[in-house]
Nanobody, 118 residues
Framework: QVQLVESGGGLVQPGVSLRLSCAAS????????MGWARQAPGKERYLVAT???????DYADSVKGRVTISRDNAKNTVYLQMNNLKTEDTDVYSC????????????WGRGTQDTVSS
């Protein structure tokens, strides 16, 4: 099993930056891809950024240019740097991890509320 714990969310003003962190803990699972998803009330959750353990990144078009995902494999931690935040970035952001060994499995964190408001 893999446990994910997010941190770094909160209330910020438009135009500022915010960095989310997610620490994964596991005893014997190998974590491959990690990422971040967002979800608005009443809408489906969708991935906005992912990164493999080799450092290959992928971004949703809605965040390209304003968001950077990074990862510290030694700490099993993934980060999401969000710049120039807009009010429409307000959502619950959840951490994601996929393990390929010993079994192909997917995991989600509880999520952190990020509110962008003046």
């Amino acid at each position: 099993q893999v446990q994910l714990v997010e941190s770094g969310g909160g209330l910020v003003q438009p135009g500022v930056s915010l960095r989310l962190s997610c620490a994964a803990s596991t005893s014997n699972f190998s974590i491959d891809r990690m990422g971040w998803a967002r979800q608005a009330p009443g809408k489906e959750r969708y991935l906005v950024a992912t990164i493999t353990n080799g450092g290959t990144t992928d971004y949703a078009d809605s965040v390209k240019g304003r968001v950077t995902i990074s990862r510290d494999n030694a700490k099993n931690t993934v980060y999401l740097q969000m710049n120039n935040l807009k009010t429409e970035d307000t959502d619950v952001y959840s951490c994601y991890a996929r393990s390929l060994f010993p079994i192909d499995s997917h995991y989600w964190g509880r999520g952190t509320q990020d509110t962008v408001s003046s």
